[in-house]
């Protein structure tokens, strides 16, 4: 942990900070709004608007609120650091709060999103691994019968 906190502050100082909370994705959505692509490129940028929201949503979910309604009410507010902090179940001034991410660590995640979205794009096929059917757990030994003396 402290090793991360190291590294988080490194990045902070190396190219500033944005509001956290999944907030500073959301609001790079919008710059793809008025992007226009051909074809494959449009599904890439659809793809990554739809993922930007998700760590917003998710937070909201992990806090027990209702992501989608979440996400709209800080969708639908113009203030740029406005958010939900998870913490305090309360929208508000994320930075004021100390609620924030490395601008450096927002950066990179949505340019990998976006170098994955095109090689997804580009690839005529994908490997995966199915996911294993989990089953209940065998039952236990039986309990203690009449002819068990203890």
């Known amino acids: 942990r402290v090793e ?3 590294h988080a502050t490194r990045a902070a100082v190396e190219e ?3 509001p956290g909370g999944g907030v500073a994705l959301l609001r790079a959505g ?3 709004a008025n992007l226009k692509g051909d074809g494959d490129e449009q599904i890439g940028v659809d ?3 739809k993922a930007v929201e998700e760590p917003l949503r998710q937070i909201a979910g992990n806090a027990g609120y209702e ?3 979440v996400t709209e009410k800080v969708r639908t507010n113009n203030e740029t650091n406005f958010g ?3 913490a305090t179940g309360q929208f508000e001034d994320l930075v004021k709060s100390g609620v924030i991410d490395p601008t450096k660590v927002t950066r990179s995640a949505l340019q990998h999103a976006a170098s994955i979205s095109a090689l997804m794009l580009t690839t005529e096929a994908l490997v995966a691994e199915i996911p294993e059917k989990k089953t209940a757990a065998p039952a236990g030994p039986g309990g203690h019968g009449p002819d068990m003396d203890y």
């Open 67 to 69: 992501g989608a309604i």
């Open 4 to 6: 991360d906190a190291l």
């Open 47 to 49: 793809i990554i608007k």
């Open 84 to 86: 939900f902090n998870a």
């Open 30 to 32: 919008h710059a793809l």
């Open 16 to 18: 500033g900070i944005v």
